[in-house]
């Protein structure tokens, strides 16, 4: 065969191959002949690519479906989920979440530790390296069944090449992530930004699912968005896309990390809802904080206000009322640039609820251009703490199931 037809026939071929696995994971269980029906191939080359599957175990024959007319049950095809597994970490600003999924997503194992201050690169990788060595460890006997390693990292990302270029909440620069986890271990490894990573997770197994376009909002130390479009993760042509954090809100507000004035995430993540709770019990503002931190205000969060929120403080409401105002000026930005059908909003703040995501709302009813666009689904992520690492998952089921044009 000719070496250019014998290229386009394995290229097709590896197409069928995803195209065919992602119709079993999406619409198991399923028949060969409805595959081959739905997706126009041929049944014989739908029965030779569902022996490639079984025999690697992808997909398995589940039970006998309904006759046709009389004739022989057809045998059903599912998704072998359980049979492989892959690990996800979040790297976060604060702290190292990991977790152990099978390829529905469903959570297996999951830790969780605290980040050191002053941690180096060395020490980051060290964290990163016994948290995935502990999952495999505890899984020795089925050590071929993990296939790959996603990372969501915090910061700046160079996803081609896996490197952490810049995480300023940890004050590090240049961590080749993906070469030294992919000699260590063997198996493939995707490093993500990790807001970007949050938005694949909410789209294959969120509150973005079956959403098209869907931007995730991650709300805690810090403000970053991911975006999807037609189902695609979007970059922008320098790879800042999302950075909504630094959107100026207040020209005169408070300077930022990048070392502009008034970013949004001064005004509105978590660390700013903390200063700005000090600042006004500082000044005599009333509020039970003052009785629960017993006057060490360094140790008031957001998870505080919150819970003085829900206890009818009226200082914290109103924090977090003018915190959902912020977001919602951002949020209006957003819709004008990019119109998305949903947008849903995850991250430690998230977790104020309705304190901020009524406010959030309102703010949007009264600034958007038009009726329709005010109809915009907003959402909060139903992911929880683990969004981040379900989202890192999920980088690692793209490159099994996404079908490569």
Known sequence: MHEGLRGSFQLMKSLNRSIILNKIRVEGPISRADIAKQIQLTPPTVSNIVKELIDTGFVFESKQGESIGGGRKPTLLELNARNFYIIGL???PKYLRTIMADLNGKLIESSSEIIPESVTNEGLIELMRNAIKNIIDNYQKEKEKFIG??????????V??????????????????????????DMLVKVENDARAMALGESWFGNGNGSKNVITINVGRGIGAGVVLDGELFYGEHFIAGELGHMTIDLSGPKCDCGNYGCLQTLADGPAIARRA??????????????????????????????????????????????????????????????PERI?????????????LGPLKETIQKRV???AAKKTDIVLSNLGENGGAIGAVALILVEIFKVKN
């Open 90 to 92: 979040d790297v976060g």
């Open 149 to 158: 390693i996603g990372v969501g990292m915090h910061g700046a990302v160079d």
């Open 160 to 185: 081609q090449k896996g490197i952490s270029l810049f995480a300023p909440s940890l004050h590090l620069r240049d961590i080749p992530i993906k070469e030294i986890f992919e000699y260590e271990f």
């Open 278 to 339: 000090i600042k006004e019990i500082s000044i005599g503002s009333d509020s039970i904080l003052t009785d629960w931190v017993e006057g060490k205000l360094e140790q008031i969060d957001g998870e505080l206000i919150y819970k003085a929120a829900e206890r009818g403080d009226e200082l914290c409401i109103n924090i977090l009322k003018q915190t959902g105002k912020y977001l919602g000026i951002g949020l209006t930005n957003l819709i004008h640039i990019l119109n």
């Open 344 to 356: 849903v909003i995850g991250g430690g703040v998230s977790n104020s609820g309705e304190f901020i």
């Open 369 to 371: 251009l038009t009726n």
